[in-house]
């Protein structure tokens, strides 16, 4: 089975900046689309960006010029470099990532998460 792993979430100040990282473990698998959610007390989980094998990009209108989600297909690993940060983007943090395996198929999987808690 495939696992997602993500670190690199902390307490930042406002207008700080903070770099999430998701690695993906296991063997004999293809990656194809990885993204980033968020999910705030009492509010839904939203996406954040999203990444394509072919390293296309899309990011909410909330974080538009501020975030950056890249992956290192040759690591299995997504990161998202967030900047400007404000205390809206307090939230849990998921990697997210649909992976092909033979007999499988191809499913989503979900990392644990990971907090990232925006404070002065």
């Known amino acids: 089975q495939v696992h997602l792993v993500e670190s690199g979430g902390g307490l930042v100040q406002p207008g700080g900046s903070l770099r999430l990282s998701c690695a993906a473990d296991?063997?004999?698998?293809?990656?194809?689309?990885m993204a980033w959610y968020r999910q705030a007390p009492g509010k839904e989980r939203e996406l954040v960006a999203t990444?394509?094998?072919?390293?296309?990009?899309n990011y909410a209108d909330s974080v538009k010029g501020r975030f950056t989600i890249s992956r290192d297909n040759a690591k299995n690993m997504v990161y998202l470099q967030m900047n400007s940060l404000t205390p809206e983007e307090t939230a849990v943090y998921y990697c997210?990532?649909?992976?092909?395996?033979?007999?499988?198929?191809?499913?989503?999987?979900w990392g644990q998460g990971t907090q990232v808690t925006v404070s002065s």
């Open positions: 997210n990532a649909d992976i092909y395996a033979l007999v499988i198929g191809v499913r989503a999987y």
């Open positions: 296991g063997r004999g698998f293809e990656i194809y689309t």
């Open positions: 990444s394509t094998s072919s390293e296309s990009t």
